[in-house]
């Protein structure tokens, strides 16, 4: 699109929930001119995603779904009748994101949301200038060095993860996450109100995944894992696949 749809933050990635059904849109931004590209991810019985020969189908879809789109919708049925068959996306979390000195994980390869939160690339950038860091600060211990990187980024990873998807409260609770989310919808954290909506949080501030994630401790099932915890668990690993690595070579001599 040429310029970003009605109510969109234009510089940063968007994530818009339907009227009706349930395929989400998630508004990327293209350049600094205004320009964007709609991304819909959803199951594939709508015909927004699956309706490849009726453009008054896909249309009629399109203004259930978004009707502040109206004036657009037409132009997004078009090229969405264009477009090859809907993709598949799967979602990682790894519980450690290295071996001993032999191999490292970086992206999504170890921790993929299948874009719901739009912040593949970012946090792969992220994942690599750590690595680096670490590498740089380590020499000549490659072990340490991968050790330290996953203490360093395992935690920013399963806090990504567990933001993409969100909590899933219930009783009085869910009213309360469902009225917080409206609110910072609406108000975008203007005149002191609320805070940006967690796209907005997630691609416009250098504030860590992991400490955005505990904020809303009280509406998951379990609080964020304490670093101390999570650091534990990554030695033990590491001490366990160093200690396989070391029978293995014995047991080939």
Known sequence: LDTAPPNVDPTSVSLLL???????AF?????????CCVLFAGRNESPILSETKNQTTVLEALQAAYPQWDEISESMAQQLMMQENPGAASSVVCNT????????????ACHATGGVSGQGVNSALQDSFALAECIQGNRGDLATALL??????????KALYDLSFGPKPTG????????????????RGRFGIGRPPLQTRLTTTL??????RKESDSF???PFPEEAEIQRRLLALHEQAMQSAKESIEVQS
């Open 172 to 187: 009085f609770k869910a009213i309360v996450w469902a009225f917080l989310n409206a609110r910072n919808t609406l108000f």
């Open 148 to 157: 330290s990187y996953s203490k360093k980024q395992v935690p920013e990873g």
């Open 207 to 212: 504030t860590p995944f992991s400490e955005i």
């Open 18 to 24: 339907p009227k009706a059904g349930s395929v989400t």
């Open 27 to 35: 508004v990327e931004p293209t350049g600094n001119d205004g320009s």
């Open 97 to 108: 994101y290295h071996y001993n000195d032999k191999a490292v994980l970086v992206g999504d």
């Open 220 to 222: 998951y099932e379990a």
